[in-house]
């Protein structure tokens, strides 16, 4: 379709065409090689298309090449796939996301994406520009600046993450949410990564939903806004389910997607396989909107174009694999046994803090805890000290100055000595 | 490194500076989590990064999902890659480039992409801009308009591919090319595609070297210039190797890359698995510059952090299947072998051509064939009818009103039926 045609299906969601950038207002899909491939699909002569085949579709495979996928039919593995990503795959995650949503939730039919981050890279060039501000909570996930500030030149405007210090159990900071808000007055996206990356925290209940809550703030917000749900370490959850501090437990992609207004709100879901399936390789991720019919089929081909103008195409066997484990009945039992081993690691490690004395901000989810750094010490200086006295490799958070530890790679019985080391440096004094 | 210390390093290959665009000049890697990871990779303890393993670097494979890759290792096939590509796979993939260039041939260490396209489009992200065209021979693939024009605004300039009708077997239009280039008054980007999509040509010995060759008429441009050689069906050759329609049979990317000026000139290789390894779903291309040392290293840096806010990294599977393939002694016997199955078809298709007088422009490489369409014939007409009356399916190049015919999908054996059904419209008058 033109451009011209894009934006005008999107009249049934006015929020995203006043929300589009210049790139994202002249993204489409020409009627190129792909389209006329498509179009001549069932052709008993097929001369459209370079791949190299034996006359049926079959590849003419490379057996030294080959044998690495000799579990996924040549098809599958060595042939392209639509820009859009494996028409299967995409009904398949859609229904995946709907599941667990919510019934009456607006979901667009899932584009793939070649991993998470370009899910949020796509949403950043139909989003931003120099006068298309991003919020995040601070500290957020330092590759926010190189997607955004870097390459579309929008800046980022940030918000406490807590609404409070460490040794107090802040909790997540909707007030600041709600200010920040305030302060845009034109076109703008907001981000929130729940589970959180760097800080291992998901809201609680009360915080997304009520009066107060992080859903309220959003469909309040009078301006055309952009929500993109980071929802990369989705199902990670180890903190309470009851009492006061229970957490919300899901993506808040559901809730905000039905309570939007499509004259003001579009709401964005990115997820995918990377750590949902322990497949931080294959580069299998999903961009999904709030916007339904028409308009999300038009901004499923937006990005679908910047797709095909970025690689073209996602990697096929990746997707290939995805949709074989989606389509496995004992994937749910495999993914029960992986979160119970995490689970393990994210007590382990809460233990070892409160033993070790070693503060840290709330982490009740994800793959990560943050650690406060006492007033003096340089996160840097501390990273680096780790390393070569104590044989220890964590992330400095300059944002914050704090130190980001992943439990995700750590055996559980090892953690109460990755703790015990770095108390060893940071209660030095 | 920041950007100005990248562009810094820049001084040994003065062009590059000339010609990187506002966000190529800004692209830099900042020092964050796989830079912090990697600077811990020996730590005993290791909380850097966020892979889900068991603590000794294995992940916490899903067997639904692992069981497609059981002839890889699960490291390889599951875990992140570097923003490069891995080390490895650059290391044997710069050989294979020299093997080809010959000796004296200046080549960075190529940056892994995923896919071609997803090179081209690095390019056109570090050198084009509004006020930064891009010189192609026209006819040429249609998504270089997505990739340049509508990702990055650049104007497209044109000049013709051929030097005359396709009646009296014209050959590529260096004139054409001298004449463009000397309109040109500040940086610019040509980009050379042989073998050619859509025209399926390669250029004679004598279109390249001597003095009114390729390279001379590219050495002799006064401005800055970048040349991306797109060599995406590199090797795939099947005209005459001796006389006088003799192939230059090579990439151009070696005699330009020793003959450049790196005071004007930034050469840039482009090729990939799609092709040469039939690929075409694996998604793993290669971006290598004639700029060496510190220059090289910048540039592999700049491509690499557009990489990290577009996809992150690579598909690791198709990585790591590509390196296997490259190391695996019987390659070359069977990449000869697909060659060989390749050349039969491009033979069987000249002849059917010449027996049912369907006109066709020169081709003598690559996958594809291009038809001149007779005057008052539209393109799109033709290829409608094409499908419903004769149930062959063509590309349309509606540049030069004629059909693209790709032969690389059709056995020889068919061919000749394939374009009796193709005479019967062409020729219907």
Redesign the interface.
Known sequence: MTPEALNDALRSHPAALKLLSP?GL?????F??PQ??A?????????????????T?L???????A??????DPR??????PQHGLARLRTVWRDHILASAGPGTPVSNPVV??????AI?ICGELFTAPDRPLLVPLPYW??Y???VT??TGAPIHTFDFFDGPAARTPRFNVAGLRHALDRLTGPATLLLNFPA?PTGYSPLADEVEGPNGIVAAIVGHPHPLAVICDDAYEGLFFGPTTGPAAMYGRSVYGALARAADPNRHLICKVDG?T?E???????VGFLTFSATGAAGDALAEKAA??I???????????Q???L??LE?P??AA??EA?LS??ARRYRALKAALDEHGVPYWPFNS???CLLPLPEGMHAEEV?KRL?VE???????IPQVNALR???????AE?IP??VE?IGRVINAR
């Open positions: 790139l002249r993204a489409a899909l020409p190129g090689i006329q491939a179009d001549a699909a069932h052709c008993e002569r097929q001369a459209t298309i370079g791949q190299i085949t034996d006359g579709g590849p003419l495979a490379l057996p030294s090449l044998r690495c996928f000799s579990n996924l599958e593995s060595l042939l392209y796939t994406t070649a991993g998470i981050t370009h890279s330092d590759n600046d190189t997607i870097m390459r990356n396989a750590k399936l322990v497949f931080f390789g294959g580069r174009a910047l095909r103008s970025t690689i073209s195409n996602g990697p096929a066997p990746s290939a694999a995805v074989h484990a496995s004992t994937l495999e993914q992986v081993v995490l994800g793959c990560f990273r390393i104590q044989s220890v490799g964590v992330i400095q530890v992943a439990f995700c790679g750590i055996e090892d000595d990755l080391r």
